[in-house]
């Protein structure tokens, strides 16, 4: 699985879009890019994923560079309860090891 | 629907004891998964499991064993606790290969263990 790199930490004021980068240069063609985050020692807790598209959900938002060296995950409106460490996977979606590099992640400080 | 679900939540141990850690899934996953988290680290896969009946070592299997019961549940066991072990304890799951919405892990809320 390749590796990825995110900035240690990002503060963000309530009400405002988050955006948090992730830069995954190795990644294989073959290879998703799924984003965690993880409130203070709870167990991590699946955001959104994504192979080359732009994908949407209710938490969040992808965007992911054409040439799928990086990409960016978008808070819309963070709340304070978004204060969390994110971070950012690549992974096989046939991946059936459970290897979860999960590196340092950033945190993010969402403030009033 | 509960997810994940691990027990106990908390425990203490003393050195040489044996306990078990149980977790249990209702999403029909077919992979399941033991990870643990020291303070300020990321998570490290213990053993994993990719079918009922199958289990592998990760990447810090020593100390530790696993019983695959059946598709619902994955128990860890430490048969002689070392203050080492003292961690934050997370089971998971996933639906493995399982069209484009699958393989994405589902984690339960953690088992703190102590060992003194």
């Known amino acids: 699985d390749a590796k990825t790199t995110q900035p240690t930490s990002m503060d963000c004021a309530e009400g405002r879009a988050a955006n948090l980068p992730c830069n995954h240069s190795t990644i294989s063609g073959n290879e998703y890019v799924y984003w965690y985050r993880q409130i203070h020692s709870q167990g991590p807790q699946y955001i959104i994923h994504g192979l080359k598209n732009n994908e949407t959900n209710e938490m969040a938002s992808l965007i992911i560079t054409e040439d799928r060296k990086s990409s960016t995950l978008i808070l819309p409106h963070a709340t304070l309860r978004d204060t969390a460490v994110y971070y950012c996977i690549v992974r096989f979606l046939s991946s059936n090891t459970g290897k979860l590099i999960f590196g340092q992640g950033t945190t993010l400080q969402v403030k009033p | 629907n509960a997810g994940v679900t691990q027990t106990p939540k908390f425990q203490v141990l003393k050195t040489g004891q044996s306990m078990t850690l149980q977790c249990a899934q209702d999403?029909?996953?077919?992979?399941m998964y033991w990870y643990r988290q020291d303070p300020g680290m990321g998570l490290r896969l213990i053993y994993y499991?990719?079918?009922?009946?199958?289990?592998d070592k990760g990447e810090v299997p020593n100390g530790y064993n696993v019983s695959r019961l059946n598709k619902r549940e994955f128990s860890l066991r430490l048969e002689s606790a070392a203050p080492s072990q003292t961690s934050v304890y997370f089971c998971?799951?996933?639906?493995?290969?399982?069209?484009?919405?699958?393989?994405?892990?589902?984690f339960g809320e953690g088992s703190w263990l102590t060992v003194v």
């Open positions: 998971a799951s996933s639906l493995t290969g399982k069209g484009r919405s699958g393989n994405t892990i589902y």
């Open positions: 499991s990719a079918s009922e009946g199958t289990t």
């Open positions: 999403m029909n996953h077919n992979s």
